[in-house]
């Protein structure tokens, strides 16, 4: 079974640009998750699909982060403008899914893209 | 706040010691919890999960958590350990339907051949 993918695996990008990071899950999951793990740092959870709708979003910073999975399987994560503090892994993870018995699913992540912002 | 915190950061241990790695949290509400692991190179991998029933959960490679909810802990162990078990193991905690999964910072667990 393939796994979850991710690229691009490595950014360098200056700040005041725009960056998009892309995430296909493993098939026929249902649920999406994006977080963010600065060095350090356990992962953050940025946003977290439902096949195409959004679930939870509290922690991301809307006014320069989108995220977006329009037809319930890959998604885009995108930061415009970038900030120095934005250095970190986005990691891109699935599950499952379905909201009956979401809570106990396995979450299965991608390699990660390493973004670092000069 | 909810939150998770894992006591060491760093730990060192010679092959055949036994581990404890702890792990307490602050969440409201009834939990399912999980330790995932990052081996070297390798992507974050569930370890074992907790959910309801025994709260002594067995996972991969002989490693065993158990869940006290008095104290909010839900401790991960192994008896002996492998200089293979050296890695970054991370708890998190989400509620019952899946939403708002917390991660601790985790622990590098360095093992001694």
């Known amino acids: 079974e393939a796994g979850v993918a991710q690229s691009p695996r490595y950014k360098i990008i200056e700040k005041r640009q725009s960056v998009a990071f892309w995430c296909n899950p493993i098939?026929?999951?249902?649920?999406l998750y994006w977080y963010q793990q600065i060095l350090g740092q356990g992962p953050k959870l940025l946003i977290q699909f439902q096949n195409n709708g959004v679930v939870d979003d509290s922690q991301l910073p809307k006014d320069r982060f989108s995220a977006e999975r329009l037809k319930g399987v890959d998604s885009t994560l995108k930061i415009q403008p970038a900030k120095l503090e934005d250095s970190a892994v986005y990691l891109c993870?699935?599950?499952?899914?379905?909201?009956?018995?979401?809570?106990?699913?396995?979450?299965?992540f991608g390699p990660g893209t390493r973004l670092t912002v000069l | 706040a909810q939150s998770v915190s894992q006591h060491n950061h760093h730990v060192i241990l010679s092959e055949a010691a036994s581990l404890e790695l702890g792990c307490n949290y602050s969440y409201g509400g009834t939990v399912n919890l999980f330790w995932y692991v990052q081996y070297p190179g390798q992507h974050l991998q569930l370890l074992l999960k907790y959910f309801s029933g025994d709260p002594l959960v067995k996972g991969i490679k002989g490693f065993e958590a158990e869940f006290i909810k008095s104290k909010f802990s839900f401790n991960l162990r192994k008896p002996s350990v492998q200089w293979s078990d050296t890695a970054e193991y991370f708890c998190?905690?989400?509620?019952?339907?899946?939403?708002?999964?917390?991660f601790g910072a985790g622990t590098r667990l360095f093992v001694k051949a």
């Open positions: 993870a699935s599950s499952l899914g379905g909201l009956a018995g979401g809570g106990t699913d396995t979450q299965y």
């Open positions: 098939s026929g999951h249902a649920t």
């Open positions: 998190a905690v989400s509620d019952t339907g899946g939403f708002k999964t917390i």
